[in-house]
């Protein structure tokens, strides 16, 4: 039974093409997340959603835009996609928007072509 | 904004040396967590720090939390293979507040 589900694992595609990462926690969690890590590990805050109401937007391209249909969903769709957006997306949950751990997700490895 | 960083960034030990990463955050931190990522994986809640000066064991690794609140340490006792990873540690400024993770230290373990 995996906590935090993340479809698909691996994207390959091609510069310019819109593409939607979808993520789903079964814990039952308020709070959801996405990251971007890039090759050096770095682990970069995206968006992050708290009963379904975006609580933290950073500095990025507005090529990409987060989806909370429900709590215990969190897709990203990017629109026309970059070389630079080649990373691992990571979606996590928590139990609040407090100071509760984080469950992260497998991952999914985006390579732009 | 807050920032959080993690010396060192990369660390190469033999089996059965030890291994220690520090954290240092700009501002006083509410809490700390501490995070292990193995290769090809997600990164995994180990621990979380509360208190001043607190220290906590989990069979070989060993956190601390600095007096000041600012700093916080993991210290690995006779690595194995299987400590192999990237250790994250992540910072909230207040309660409640995001969590900022460090940038990671990359470990790697000789056998």
């Known amino acids: 039974d995996t906590a935090v589900s993340q479809t698909p694992k691996y994207l390959v595609t091609q510069m310019g093409n819109d593409k939607s990462i979808k993520c789903e926690q079964n814990?039952?969690?308020?709070?959801m997340y996405w990251y971007k890590q890039d090759s050096k590990k770095f682990l970069k805050i995206m968006f992050s959603?708290?009963?379904?109401?975006?609580?933290i937007n950073e500095t990025v391209p507005n090529r990409f835009s987060p989806k909370s249909p429900d709590k215990a969903h969190l897709n990203l769709h990017i629109n026309s996609l970059e070389l630079g957006d080649s990373a691992v997306y990571f979606c996590?949950?928590?139990?609040?928007?407090?100071?509760?751990?984080?469950?992260f997700g497998d991952g999914t490895r985006l390579s732009i072509l | 904004g807050q920032q959080v960083m993690q010396i060192p960034q990369y660390q190469h030990v033999q089996e059965g040396e030890d291994f220690t990463t520090y954290c240092n955050s700009s501002?006083?931190?509410?809490?700390i967590q501490w995070y292990k990522q193995r290769p090809g994986g997600h990164p995994v809640f180990l621990i979380q720090?509360?208190?001043?000066?607190e220290v906590k064991k989990q069979k070989r690794l060993t956190f601390q939390f600095g007096e000041a609140k600012k700093n916080s340490s993991l210290h690995i006792t006779a690595t194995q293979t299987t400590d192999v990873g990237t250790y994250f540690c992540?910072?909230?400024?207040?309660?409640?507040?995001?969590?900022?993770f460090g940038e990671g230290t990359q470990l790697t373990v000789n056998p």
């Open positions: 501002t006083t931190l509410s809490n």
């Open positions: 992540a910072g909230r400024e207040t309660s409640g507040s995001r969590l900022t």
């Open positions: 720090l509360v208190k001043s000066g």
């Open positions: 996590a949950s928590s139990q609040d928007w407090g100071n509760q751990p984080q469950h």
């Open positions: 959603y708290n009963n379904k109401e975006l609580i």
């Open positions: 814990l039952g969690h308020d709070t």
